[in-house]
């Protein structure tokens, strides 16, 4: 994401001018939190799906999948508390706040072996990609949330991927084991790495991109 992104026209889009102008925003301000802090993390991070990244509108979708009311208490703990320490993580927490009601929250069903309990207890909120407010052909681009006392399982998928951590939270991945990187931090999970997440006493919130 940065000087070569793009949106396209917005003609014949029954979307709100200010959700599109916060998609820009989100856009940037992501760019710029990200370039600060994956290079700590890892120098391999495919430089064009941050840098040439396109978001094209999509239609809006027929069939808007709310998030729960189980869920919403926590969405709105989750943003109130989320840092603010500097203008980009304010303006990427303020880009939410007006993309999320037009967003559809999807959930991940439990593989085989996998303790269900967590189901009812998480969503995404698909900004990019399938399902999402946006096409973009190399991110995809969501908001996890999970309730208090929730473990996302132990999984793996081809992207690499990045989270930018809005909320308390542990993390794991196979080649560090569980530990809390803080509000505000970067996590980065190379392709195919075996890694998970698990809330503790607050609700965990994230904003993660699959990297295509």
């Known amino acids: 994401m940065g000087s070569k992104t793009m949106m396209n026209s917005t003609e014949n889009l029954c979307l709100d001018p200010d959700v599109i102008k916060r998609g820009q925003l989100l856009q940037r301000s992501l760019q710029y939190v990200l370039s600060n802090s994956v290079a700590d993390i ?26 729960p009311d189980s869920l919403e208490p926590y969405l709105s703990q989750a943003l109130n508390a989320a840092p603010r320490t500097d203008e980009h993580l304010s ?10 009601p037009h967003v559809t929250w999807i959930k991940r069903q439990a593989q085989p072996g996998q303790d269900d309990a967590f189901v009812q207890r998480h969503r995404h909120g698909m900004i990019t990609g399938p399902d999402g407010l946006f096409e973009c052909s190399t991110l995809t681009l969501g908001l996890a949330l999970m309730a208090p006392d929730t473990c996302y399982p132990f999984h793996q998928h081809p992207p690499a ?8 939270g542990e993390w794991y991945r196979e080649d560090v084991g569980w530990w809390n990187p803080g509000a505000g931090g970067v996590v980065f999970n190379p392709s195919s790495c075996i890694h998970a997440m ?13 990297l295509h």
């Open 161 to 168: 991927e990045f989270y930018l951590i809005l909320s308390p």
């Open 198 to 210: 698990r809330s503790t006493d607050a609700p965990l919130l994230a904003l993660w991109g699959l």
């Open 42 to 67: 890892a120098s391999d991070l495919p430089a064009t799906s941050l840098n040439t990244a396109q978001w094209l509108i999509t239609k809006p979708s027929k069939t808007l999948h709310a998030l």
């Open 91 to 100: 303006a990427v927490l303020g880009a939410l706040s007006v993309i999320l």
